[in-house]
């Protein structure tokens, strides 16, 4: 497998459950990010990981809750969800070198329905 | 203030038509990066290219092709001969080296829906 998967892709969930998405990276890559992309609104950053350690939590409600156990694998876990949190979570991995700037690369996202 | 504009929502063309979608950007940076992203419909986000801030020159790879232009701040991208599996959403991106991450945070435009009729 190679480049930047995502599990599930599709998922309905009630504002009580609690689920977790999974990202994993295939491109030896050591920075990983979340982003949510609602209808109508300009793709939001949401979370980054440099060397497993969270460097930017882009003011996102506690209800989301990153987790990066290591450089390959992160995931978000989803808790007391509201219906406006409907949207596509897209992962995203790079390279990241101190000073320098590498292509992010996208997953085909999790297109999330809160009920 | 937005830092990345796709004035265009939507753009509708026949099969080989040439098609243009702009994308202008602001920064006080002098060192940054300026990317295009298509997305189709199965939602991922597929890089097409990157430039940086001190490289004008434009580039072709194929049926696509990228103005850079610093004086008026714009990146825009040109298919040429458009076809049916060009339709996309298409993002506009910038990232500006100097600022306090060394990630360089991505600024997306909010994109220009292309659709390329038979």
């Known amino acids: 497998e190679t480049g930047v998967t995502q599990t599930p892709r599709h998922l309905v969930m009630g504002m009580t459950n609690k689920k977790s998405l999974k990202c994993e990276q295939h491109l030896g890559h050591n920075a990983m990010y979340w982003y949510k992309q609602s209808a109508k609104k300009p793709l939001e950053l949401m979370f980054v990981y440099n060397f497993k350690e969270q460097t930017e939590n882009n003011s996102v409600p506690s209800r989301f809750s990153p987790e990066c156990p290591n450089s390959s694998h992160l995931f978000l876990h989803l808790h007391t969800l509201q219906p406006e949190d409907s949207a596509l979570y897209l992962c995203a991995s790079s390279l990241a070198i101190a000073g320098t700037l590498k292509t992010q690369y996208f997953g085909p996202g999790t297109r999330l329905l809160v009920l | 203030a937005q830092k990345v504009t796709q004035a265009q929502t939507e753009i509708s063309v026949v099969e080989k038509e040439d098609v243009t979608l702009d994308c202008v950007y602001e920064?006080?940076?002098?060192?940054?990066?300026l990317f295009w992203y298509k997305q189709p419909p199965s939602g991922e986000l597929v890089f097409l290219i990157r430039?940086?801030?001190?490289?004008?020159q434009n580039e072709i790879s194929g049926r696509y092709s990228w103005n850079f232009q610093k004086s008026t701040s714009s990146f825009n991208f040109t298919i040429t001969a458009s076809q049916v599996v060009d339709s996309a959403v298409y993002f506009c991106a910038l990232s500006e080296a100097g600022r306090g991450s060394t990630l360089g945070r991505l600024y997306f435009g909010r994109g220009t829906q292309l659709t390329v009729w038979p």
């Open positions: 430039r940086n801030s001190f490289d004008e």
């Open positions: 920064t006080r940076d002098t060192t940054y990066y």
